[in-house]
């Protein structure tokens, strides 16, 4: 425990430099604005970005990218609250209590409700990474490939098991993602598989083009769709108030502790931070008070649970990217597929060989959150100001950026027509209740789990008998057919709960 | 309009379409277990049934969801309206280039509405290509298609 402080104050060496410190403001400020424009959200943003880090130091590239992620999530909430729309998937249980709030004249105290929930959310998970990461780690050196592949079939089967949507439509999207993972060169045989005659599938889809697509092409026609009128509240802050509330935000410790719980458990099984603020929301309803006013006109503890959930989630889900290599949530995929182009290796090693590397940007996640409520709450008025820009006018400019972001990948038009089809393909998932991370997901480790489970059985030849050959991976499968099984013998004993159906993503 | 029943059979055929044709290329490729331990098709056959077999099952569901509208007219309309010339725009890059076609492209939309002044609406078409030019061109160096009719006159 003692080597993990030393090494989080090695990490703080690292982080707190001027030129780090910069990154994070740029990071926020970027993330703020994805955040809060509709059609642009935190995946689409940190992909977008990737490409400018190559050069970069990967601490530094890091550093860049998780804070947009955290600046991305704060700027979903700023458009939940005032305008009713939510910037992010993972802020709509915000608007829930948000936006009445706002409505009702007191926009400082729902703004300042929201960013103290978040922040304290976030703290819970980064707290979490630093006293739990490297334990993890170290354990998982000793996984072999039968290992590897039991606890991704474990983080799977959670996903179809307690993501929220259909199984079977999870189902189908995890596999979507496997198979176009397998697209190109077979890594381990060097034959071209899937091509489906197309020659310059070889190289695979890579993706980026799949989150721009997904997210940005078919968020954006949800959008349009929606037909949003921004009927903003004021934007003024009120900077005592903020005070007033934060100094406040004590009274609902209860409500504080149990969403960050809820969030660290959605963002470690990659339940991701959209479903854990659902259900955090849920959870909250069900523990209100009799008498005190009713979930969604305006109660704090209707902004604190999302809030504080959507956070935690967000935070925890690098858990598991740093120290198994499984991200748990879209976004930590695409940071993941990061540092695989930068030449890290994500998983356990890294605290081995890149110590720097994590223990940088563990550091960071503390200062960056900082950085982010600071930020955020000093320029609510200005990101408000962008939200009067027409939609008609935001629309093409976004949809232009993603046909701009998905070229640049390779520079190949193909990846522009690919974009535009998983657009079509987000688009219906959406309407349909599908998830999209799970499909990213895939497209990101579907490899590295196929190559384990190739390993395992090279080392087995051919015997499945490999999964169940020592007690820990029979645990490990065990344990995904229960999150796989469970949650569906649940629901099958117990009436359907509706405010647990609508959670996405 | 469309309904929602339509939204589930239409996805579910999608994706049905996909993993059957996922499972046909991987037996080309070779399936079960050869010199090199697992064939590389085998893991793209396991997903493609998946794919498949879920599929039918959600086709299955889908058929039996109500006729409930999930995109009235008038969305529908306004989804049309950004697609469309969304897929013209796409369909323009190779021959425009990527700078003539955002510029035509924002310039449709954006005057499609009528609701800025032209002058308003041509400034933000050309802001559009020339950010651009200035990011991706200039500051990144990462060269958009210029297209091929530009291309011929040597631009």
Not at chain 1, 360 to 377: F, P, Q, T
């Amino acid at each position: 425990m003692e080597s993990n402080i030393e090494s989080l104050m090695h990490g703080f060496g690292i982080a707190i430099t001027m030129q780090h410190i910069l990154l994070m403001v740029v990071g926020v400020l970027l993330g703020i604005l994805v955040g809060v424009l509709p059609g642009l959200g935190a995946p689409n943003g940190v992909s977008l970005l990737l490409p400018l880090t190559f050069g970069m130091q990967p601490v530094s590239a890091i550093i860049l990218l998780s804070s947009m992620y955290w600046g991305a999530l704060f700027g979903g909430s700023v458009t939940s609250i005032l305008f009713n729309i939510p910037g992010e998937p993972s802020s709509v249980a915000t608007t829930f209590d948000g936006y009445p709030m706002a409505r009702d004249g007191r926009p400082s105290t729902a703004l300042a409700t929201a960013f103290g929930s978040a922040a304290f959310g976030a703290l819970v998970g980064v707290v979490l990474i630093t006293l739990v990461a490297s334990w993890v780690a170290q354990f998982a050196l000793r996984f072999g490939p039968p290992e590897y592949f039991a606890v991704y079939f474990l983080a799977f089967a959670s996903f179809v098991g307690m993501g929220g949507t259909p199984p079977i439509k999870t189902l189908v999207a995890l596999s979507i993602g496997f198979a176009i993972a397998a697209i190109g060169i077979d890594t381990v045989s060097g034959s071209v598989r899937l091509t489906f005659g197309v020659p310059e599938l070889v190289k695979g889809v890579d993706f980026v083009v799949a989150v721009m697509g997904l997210f940005g092409i078919g968020e954006l026609l949800l959008a349009v769709e929606e037909e949003m009128h921004a009927k903003a509240v004021s934007s003024k802050i009120d900077w005592r108030e903020v005070l007033r509330t934060i100094a406040g935000l004590p009274r609902y410790g209860g409500t504080l502790l149990r969403s960050a719980a809820i969030g660290c458990w959605m963002g470690i099984t990659p339940g991701g931070p959209t479903a854990a603020s659902f259900m955090s929301y849920g959870v909250a309803k069900r523990f209100a008070r009799k008498g005190s006013r009713p979930f969604g006109t305006g109660v704090p503890e209707g902004i604190v649970a999302p809030e504080a959930a959507d956070h935690s989630a967000g935070t925890s889900a690098l858990l598991p990217m740093l120290s198994l290599g499984i991200p748990g949530s879209a976004t930590a995929a695409v940071m993941m597929g990061g540092l695989m182009i930068w030449g890290l290796n994500p998983g356990p090693m890294l605290f081995v060989d890149q110590r720097d590397f994590v223990w940088g940007l563990i550091a960071s996640m503390y200062v960056s959150n900082i950085v982010a409520v600071v930020l955020v709450l000093a320029t609510v008025p200005m990101f408000a100001a962008l939200m009067r820009i027409p939609f008609f006018i935001i629309a093409p400019l976004i949809f232009i950026i993603c046909t701009v972001g998905a070229y640049s990948v390779s520079n190949s038009y193909l990846d522009v027509v690919l974009m535009f089809g998983f657009g079509i393909l987000g688009y219906l998932f959406k309407k349909a209740a599908y998830p999209l991370a799970p499909l990213v997901l895939a497209i990101v480790i579907g490899d590295k789990a196929e190559d384990a489970f190739r390993q395992a059985m090279l080392m087995s030849k051919g015997s499945l008998g490999i999964f169940f050959s020592s007690p820990l991976v029979t645990c490990l499968i065990l344990g995904g057919f229960a999150f796989l099984l469970v949650p569906q013998l649940m629901k099958l004993a117990r009436p359907r709960r509706p405010d647990l159906e609508a959670t996405e993503v | 309009m469309i309904s929602q029943r339509a939204i589930e059979v239409t996805t579910a055929v999608l994706t049905g379409i996909f993993g059957v044709a996922v499972v046909v290329s991987s037996m080309e490729v070779g399936i079960g277990w050869g010199e090199k331990g697992v064939d590389a098709g085998t893991f793209p056959l396991i997903v493609g049934s998946a794919i498949a077999l879920g599929s039918l099952y959600n086709l299955a569901r889908g058929v039996l969801v109500g006729h409930e509208i999930a995109v009235s007219w008038p969305a529908l309309r306004r989804v049309a309206g950004l697609f469309v010339p969304a897929a013209v725009f796409i369909a323009l890059i190779p021959s425009f280039g990527m700078y003539a076609a955002s510029f035509a492209y924002t310039l449709a939309t954006v005057g499609w509405q009528r609701k800025l002044p032209p002058w308003k609406t041509v400034a933000v078409a050309l802001a559009v290509p020339l950010f651009l030019y200035v990011v991706f061109e200039k500051a990144f160096v990462v060269t958009l298609p210029h297209g091929t009719l530009f291309e011929m006159m040597g631009f």
